[in-house]
């Protein structure tokens, strides 16, 4: 079967394969120094850092917008008459835009196919608790400490904040042992506590 081409919607200068690729139409190009000639070619898109092809494009106000392939082609090649708002890659290849290669899904069938054909693994939370998150504030000692200074009396979670540069909130949570569960307390802290 020959490969089919058509105009991307709201892009009048680029053209989308069933086969996934790009095309960039031979034009003319104002510029204030004079007009050129720009050759058709194809275009390569780029790793978004999710492993979806995506690439810039200009649509009919010439405002340069990002697109994923994938969705162009599905928007121009599949049929969408339950108005599904995912694109899925049959194969779980990422890069594999071709037209046979995609379907319309919900954020749900597509949760669901990824784990059936194996693309979610499970994960080992512990490997990213506490400060192992990348998005912790604390370390496990400023948590033994703060709770250790709030423990002997005399200082307000709303000071602890400031002094840690952070919100009385954050002091709240981590005193009272709704963040940071898996950090034992010291001894002595337990021991005022009970007195």
């Known amino acids: 079967m020959t490969e089919q081409w058509k105009q991307i919607d709201g892009f009048p200068d680029y053209m989308v394969s069933d086969e996934g690729r790009i095309w960039s139409k031979t034009r003319i190009i104002k510029r204030p120094s004079g007009n050129y000639l720009r050759r058709g070619c194809f275009m390569k898109g780029i790793d978004d850092t999710h492993g979806y092809l995506i690439l810039g494009i200009k649509n009919k ?3 340069t917008k990002k ?3 994938h969705r162009l082609v599905a928007k121009t090649f599949l049929k969408n008459p339950h108005n599904k708002r995912e694109v899925n890659h049959i194969n779980g290849i990422k890069t594999d835009n071709r037209k046979s290669n995609l379907e319309w899904m919900t954020s749900k069938e597509n949760k669901i196919h990824a784990w059936n054909i194996g693309l979610y693994k499970k994960q080992d939370r512990s490997k990213l608790s506490g400060e192992n998150n990348p998005t912790s504030k604390f370390t496990e000692n400023q948590v033994r400490e703060i709770r250790r200074i709030y423990g002997q009396g005399g200082i307000s979670q709303k000071s602890l904040g400031k002094l840690y540069n952070t919100s ?5 949570y981590i005193v009272n042992r709704i963040t940071w569960k898996n950090i034992e307390e010291d001894e002595n802290v ?3 506590r009970k007195v």
Do not use: E, G, P, S
């Open 61 to 63: 106000n010439h405002i």
């Open 67 to 69: 697109v994923k392939i």
């Open 168 to 172: 009385q909130a954050q002091i709240y």
């Open 190 to 192: 337990r021991l005022q």
